[in-house]
């Protein structure tokens, strides 16, 4: 079992950097932590995720080379550091725990999401 609470979203300039935080209650290093967008009118989609144990990582496309996905299990948290945000950028961030796939197939448990506004 698994609940999990997003913070740290808000507004950033275009070329801006924010940092996400997802705070978990419950075994958290049982579990991979994805995080997922979704703008509006559009479909949720997968941004990254990482293992149990941080040892593995996969990302968009999209986002590669720009956003960074990090976890401190002692912590119970894991994070997304993002930079050189765009636009294209701004959705409602969610992370969800689940078991690792390379593709960040999973969902088992979800947060409630964050709002990130790349705007000038």
């Known amino acids: 079992q698994l609940q999990l609470v997003e913070s740290g979203g808000g507004l950033v300039h275009p070329g801006g950097s924010a940092t996400l935080s997802c705070v978990a209650s419950?075994?958290?290093?049982?579990?991979?932590i994805g995080w997922f967008r979704q703008a509006p009118g559009k479909q949720r989609v997968g941004v990254g995720c990482?293992?149990?144990?941080?040892?593995?990582?996969a990302y968009a496309e999209s986002v590669k080379g720009r956003f960074t996905i990090s976890r401190d299990n002692d912590k119970k948290t894991a994070y997304l550091y993002m930079s050189g945000l765009k636009p294209e950028d701004t959705a409602v961030y969610y992370c969800?725990?689940?078991?690792?796939?390379?593709?960040?197939?999973?969902?088992?448990?979800w947060g409630q999401g964050t709002q990130v506004t790349v705007d000038s």
């Open positions: 969800a725990g689940g078991r690792y796939n390379e593709h960040c197939a999973f969902g088992n448990y």
């Open positions: 419950g075994a958290m290093d049982n579990y991979a």
């Open positions: 990482i293992d149990n144990r941080g040892e593995r990582t």
